[in-house]
Nanobody, 135 residues
Framework: LVQLVESGGGSVQPGGSLNLSCLAS????????MAWFRQTPGAEREAVAQ????????YYADFVTARFRISYDDDKNTLSLKMSHLKPEDTGTYYC????????????????????????????WGQGIQVTVSS
């Protein structure tokens, strides 16, 4: 399994910005879903943004409201999450994840397939990184 390592977390005031990175230990095949999830104590892990690598088609949770952007850099094997206009409710542990798509999924539905995956569908996880938004 590819190893995933997050970086870039920290503390920021409301309205501030953070850029999270997730370095993969090897090249990520285009037929892969990659995602950022987050979790707070006592709550379930929730999807923040998911993307289908081959087409760079991305899906965002409603609470993102155009504040975040997910992207993947092939040259650096790095998944990024650029976050702006951060709110206290964005506080949590952020995880990146990867899911190779099996051959049984038709090409034309793969973007939507990635956009609808739940945490239990993902097999590769990073260790998580803390984001704290507080004044």
């Amino acid at each position: 399994l590819v190893q995933l390592v997050e970086s870039g977390g920290g503390s920021v005031q409301p309205g501030g910005s953070l850029n999270l990175s997730c370095l993969a230990s090897s090249n990520i095949d285009g037929g892969t879903c990659m995602a950022w999830f987050r979790q707070t104590p006592g709550a379930e892990r929730e999807a923040v943004a998911q993307t289908y690598i081959a087409l760079r088609k991305s899906y965002y949770a409603d609470f993102v409201t155009a504040r975040f952007r997910i992207s993947y850099d092939d040259d650096k094997n790095t998944l990024s999450l650029k976050m702006s206009h951060l709110k206290p409710e964005d506080t949590g542990t952020y995880y990146c994840a990867a899911l190779p798509i099996g051959p049984g999924i038709d090409l034309d539905v793969r973007p939507a397939y990635c956009g609808s995956r739940r945490p239990t569908n993902y097999k590769n996880w990073g260790q998580g990184i803390q984001v704290t938004v507080s004044s």
